[in-house]
């Protein structure tokens, strides 16, 4: 039968309270019995005044905007305020009525500016909230995967000036000439001056709107400014640690960065850390191996001249020290370049009757030159551990482990580009971003694991579980016992007895 609303309800005055208009399983309340936010207060307790001036708004209301923003991939802190004035879960998140009034949409902006910025705020909110999972025991940190992704700046890509600037030395460079020296010492050769290196330089183009940022040119995309988010994340998919620079900066230079934050936040080494081709670098397995961690890289094709032999083709003997070419002749060491890399040479008197000599090279001294690096065994055992069955399992979680975070960071948390300019905007951004998602998901776990029961993974779920269970146990045995203590008979004929009237039995 067709029903239809003749009475309108709108201007009708009821009596309720905004805690009964809020879902029992809506988010903002899974997020408030997860943690407790007052935590905050001390860390901004110095950047207010106690004595003078108005007061301010509430820090942790002003914090729980921003939560809310990136919790719910609401693009812009304007939308943002406007969806909390007419949201009452959101207002129900904050502690405000249905009738008090919502701070302006530039409140945030004018006290990142004047309190927060250049301080470590935005990083301890990350890290306390990393904390309260890793005490819940939600971390899985024997693995650690390692990737970047990208994300556009708030650049117009047309609007560029071109500067030359200074290439940045490598952070292992030092490291790097010590062995060169090391090696050309054991091969007979005299040591180089290291300090007679020329300064090299590079032409950017450095945007107009956002300087900080980077020309992002990745395959066949299209070319842009952005920001590289470089993260850290565990086999659960909870960040670990995140840092962000410029797109032409590039992967494998922020590595030893993200992996000692990574080592600080969680307190210790893991035992795998899984990357992609283009960590797949000599320094980088040095540096994992030489932690004694197993490194897990993919495989990478060898590049090379069309039509010419690639150089797994060209055999190492490594007792010998030389390489073995398809025709099987051996290429001699010659000497170690300042990029750190080793010389193998042929002889140009066999090389010149060769039959494969097209195939081979395209010198006209008819010499056939072989490099390899300095710290090359190092790759050469990160390779042999790719075969085994523990690498495979481990980078096949690649996909569901630091491709989900990203892919969610992108499509849930709303980073497919940013409206804000400047590294150290993105930065705390990124830093708010990365807390946002690791407690959307451990107040999901925490939800769910008090809905369901016990969590193997969590000890303090495990543990009131536990007391639970115990309880019942001794209601079942007590059941129909009579108890005599100082002549007064207990007698229990019912299981819905609380604690404390089992307490009062002793």
């Excluded at 309270?17 to 988010?27: A, R, Y």
């Amino acid at each position: 039968m067709l029903t239809t609303n003749n009475s309108d309800k709108r201007t009708q005055v009821e009596i309720t309270s905004i805690d009964q208009l809020v879902p029992e399983d809506h988010l903002v309340r899974k997020l408030d019995a997860c943690i407790d936010f007052s935590f905050i207060y001390d860390l901004v307790k110095d950047k207010y005044s106690t004595e003078t001036g108005r007061p301010s708004i509430d820090p942790v209301a002003l914090f729980k905007i921003v939560f809310i923003q990136y919790v719910f991939g609401i693009k812009s802190m304007r939308q943002t305020i406007s969806e909390i004035e007419t949201n009452v879960a959101y207002r129900w998140f904050l502690g405000y009525g249905l009738n008090d009034k919502i701070p302006h949409f530039t409140t945030f902006g004018k006290n990142y500016v004047r309190r927060f910025k250049n301080t470590d705020i935005f990083e301890k909110i990350f890290m306390h909230i990393l904390e309260q999972a890793i005490e819940a025991g939600f971390i899985k940190s024997d693995a650690v995967f390692i990737d970047a992704t990208h994300v556009k700046a708030n650049a117009n890509k047309k609007k560029f000036n071109k500067v030359k600037l200074e290439k940045e030395a490598r952070s292992y460079q030092e490291l790097l000439d010590k062995e060169i020296n090391k090696d050309r010492i054991k091969h007979g050769k005299k040591p180089l001056d290291m300090s007679k290196k020329k300064t090299e330089y590079k032409e950017v183009k450095e945007s107009k709107t956002d300087p900080d940022s980077g020309v992002l040119r990745k395959n066949e995309k299209e070319k842009c400014y952005a920001y590289s988010f470089h993260t850290a994340c565990d086999k659960n998919g909870f960040i670990l640690g995140i840092d962000v620079t410029a797109a032409n900066v590039h992967d494998s230079t922020m590595f030893e960065t993200l992996y000692k934050q990574v080592k600080k936040n969680i307190g210790k080494k893991p035992k795998y850390i899984a990357v992609d081709a283009g960590y797949k670098t000599p320094h980088i397995a040095k540096l994992i191996l030489e932690e004694d961690i197993r490194p897990v890289m993919p495989y990478t094709i060898s590049r090379g001249k069309k039509g010419y032999f690639k150089k797994r083709e060209y055999i190492y003997d490594e007792y010998y020290d030389c390489y073995i070419c398809p025709n099987n002749q051996v290429l001699k060491y010659s000497t170690t370049n300042r990029n750190g890399y080793r010389e193998y040479k042929s002889d140009p008197k066999v090389c010149i009757n060769c039959p494969y000599l097209c195939k081979c090279t395209s010198s006209k001294n008819h010499v056939k030159v072989v490099t390899r690096h300095v710290w090359a065994k190092y790759i050469d055992e990160a390779e042999e551990l790719r075969y085994t069955n523990t690498n495979k399992e481990i980078y096949a979680r690649r996909k569901e482990t630091i491709e989900r975070v990203f892919a969610d960071m992108k499509e849930k948390h709303g980073m497919r580009w940013t409206t804000l300019r400047g590294l150290e905007k993105i930065k705390a951004q990124a830093m708010l971003v990365a807390a946002c998602m690791n407690l959307k998901k451990m107040a999901s776990w925490i939800w769910k694991s008090r809905k369901n029961g016990p969590n193997p993974s969590n000890p303090y779920v495990n543990l009131h579980g536990l007391i639970a269970n115990l309880y019942s146990f001794i209601i079942i045995l007590l059941k129909n016992t009579v108890f005599k203590r100082k002549k007064t008979v207990f007698c229990l004929q019912t299981e819905s007895w609380d604690i404390t009237q089992l307490y009062q039995i002793f």
